[in-house]
């Protein structure tokens, strides 16, 4: 990727890689130090008051997400299969058997019996609310098949071109949360069916990413993200999933969970499908803070840090807290530090 920045989220002790070195104060044990007598440092910055927001950069995957399996029941030969990449909507077919379309139907309840007149459950709601959808009528959407809801069957089944049974039997239909994309064809025209026919997505496209588990608190549900395309051009997301279950790495992977990330503007994607893309993480916001370079942080012996306070042409060490490391600055907090002062920097 374009950017990629060596970010430290952390307090004293962290070492900051990727940015300036940290000289070594040489305090001993960390007492109040005496005025420097050395020369005046090389260069000077500022001490500023500012707002500083815990940030990292992750890698993720910008495609369609999970994917999800369609399996073929009942007896026949698979006549017609849909090509990858064809977008699915309730009612249409998803494949043939026979000839005879198997449609798409939403919900969150397989086919998993057969659903006639007497039967009851959520199931069969399930049913009715797609026979509504698709514009049959003439029975109460409830938990119970009656004979209406059988009748309104019927008249699907003879717009399907099917068998007019008023009965829905498993594998005459596939089930899924909403429109679907076919990933990847499972089986081939003129196979019997039984098994994986073909596998799916949603179509909507998301972001996401194997997150090292160190990141994992930057990652709350709901939080803005900034993500970075492979263009260079940058949008905004929302994590919508955080996982639970970590991932173990190998020797020199890390261990990881999964997230992901739903995009607000799909035409801001391009035709992107499977791409590398950089998702920014931002976490607390340090507001009001006292913040220097990096590089004006020097060690002390006693594993703190401190700063060389430039002022009336003279040094002072002044020993300091820190808090966020982020974008080249650090959080700083100690007695007599004050908005505008100057501390030195490396040159």
Known sequence: MARKRAV?????????????GLATAGLGGGGEPAAARSSLPPATAPIERTTLVETQDVDG???YGGT?????AGNGTLTWLPAAGSVIARGRPVYRVDDRPVPLLYGRLPLYRTLSAGTKGDDVEQLEKNLRALGYTGFTVDETYGSATAAAVKRW????????TGRVEPGSAVVASGRIRVAERKANVGDRIGGAVLTYTGTTRVVTVDLDVRYQRLARKGAEVEIELPSGDTTKGRIASVGRVAKEGGEEDPTTIELTVAVRGQKALGSYDKAPVEVRLTADRHGDVLAVPIGA????GDGGYAVQVVQDGRVRTVP????????????ISGAGLAEGMKVGVPA
């Open 157 to 164: 089944q003879d717009a399907l071109g099917v068998a007019e």
């Open 297 to 300: 942080l020097l060690a002390r």
């Open 8 to 20: 430290v989220l952390g307090a004293a002790g962290v070492v900051v890689a990727g940015g300036a």
């Open 68 to 72: 999800r399996t369609a399996i073929g």
């Open 61 to 63: 995957t910008l495609g």
């Open 320 to 331: 300091v807290e820190t808090g966020v490391f982020t974008d080249g600055q650090v959080e």
